[in-house]
C-alpha cells in the first residue's frame, strides 16, 4: 500500500484520533506507563516530548516510517509517516483502541468518534492555488465563474463532506489544502495536501468491538483512496504540477 501511494506523492500519512467527551487523566504515572508499553512494542517511539497541550511519543526524526502517539485533554491522536505495508500503517492505530481504554479509563459511551485520516503530501513550489485552480476546476463551470481579464486564484482550497448509515453514523471528508504564501507567485517550501478523513461517530455498544475498527474504517479508506482520491485529485494535480515545469 505505501510504496504505490508514495509513488504519486513526497510523503504519504495515516493518522487515527479518537476523540472523546470528557477530559482524559494526565497523571505522571498513567501516561507514562501507557507510553512504556507502547515503546516496548514499538521501540523507534522512543523520544518523550511536552508541548503546550499534549504529551508526546514520538520516533526519532528521519525513522521510517516514523511513528508519534499524543494525549492532550479530550483526544488521543496517531500517525505513521511513509508506512511501507498495511501491518506498518494501521498497527499502531489498532493498539491504541485495544490498550488505551484501559490505560485512561474510557468508556464506549465517551466516546465521540474514531476517524482515520489518509494524508498525502505533493512538492509544489509554484503558486498552489494556481496548481489547484487548473487541474480541479479549470474545465467546469466553476472553473469559468468569473470571466474577468488577468484573474488570478488566491484561495481554492476546496472542502467536501459526505455522511451516510442507518444513523449517519459514518462520516466522509476531502479536504484539499493549499500553502502559497499570500497572493503571490512566490515559490513555496510547503507542499500541496490532499487530506481523506473517513470516521465513526459513537457511542458505541462494547469497549471490546473497538479493536476491529482500524480496520473497517482503513477498509473504507483505501477504498476510496483507489477509485476517488488517486484518479480525481492526485494524478490531476501532480500532472498540472508537472506541466507548470516545478
Not at 52 to 71: I, K, M, Y
Not at 148 to 176: I, K, M, N, S, T
Amino acid at each position: 500500500m505505501g510504496e504505490g501511494f508514495r509513488a504519486l506523492c513526497s510523503d504519504f500519512y495515516v493518522n487515527q484520533k479518537v476523540s472523546v467527551k470528557l477530559e482524559l487523566p494526565r497523571s505522571r504515572g498513567t501516561v507514562l506507563d501507557m507510553f512504556e508499553r507502547f515503546r516496548r512494542a514499538f521501540p523507534s517511539m522512543d523520544q518523550l516530548k511536552r508541548y503546550d497541550d499534549e504529551l508526546a511519543l514520538e520516533s526519532a526524526p528521519g525513522t521510517t516510517p516514523n511513528r508519534w502517539l499524543a494525549v492532550r485533554d479530550t483526544n488521543i491522536r496517531t500517525g505513521v509517516v511513509n508506512p511501507d505495508s498495511d501491518d506498518q500503517a494501521y498497527a499502531l492505530h489498532r493498539q491504541v483502541l485495544e490498550i488505551a481504554p484501559y490505560f485512561l479509563s474510557i468508556s464506549p459511551l465517551d466516546i465521540e468518534f474514531v476517524e482515520l485520516l489518509f494524508g498525502f503530501d505533493l512538492e509544489c513550489p509554484c503558486a498552489h492555488d494556481r496548481i489547484i485552480h487548473e487541474a480541479l476546476y479549470a474545465p467546469t463551470e466553476l472553473g469559468d465563474l468569473f470571466d474577468l481579464q488577468g484573474v488570478v486564484p488566491v484561495d481554492c482550497q476546496p472542502v467536501l463532506a459526505y455522511a451516510f448509515g442507518e444513523r449517519a453514523e459514518h462520516e466522509v471528508q476531502v479536504e484539499v489544502k493549499s500553502r502559497s504564501p499570500g497572493r503571490t507567485h512566490l515559490e513555496s517550501p510547503e507542499p500541496i495536501s490532499v487530506y481523506l478523513t473517513v470516521r465513526r461517530l459513537g457511542p458505541f455498544e462494547d469497549i471490546r468491538d473497538l479493536h476491529t475498527l482500524t480496520d473497517d474504517l482503513a477498509e473504507q479508506g483505501e477504498s476510496l483512496v483507489a477509485n476517488s482520491i488517486v484518479p480525481k485529485l492526485l494524478r490531476p494535480i501532480r500532472d498540472a504540477i508537472g506541466l507548470s515545469g516545478a
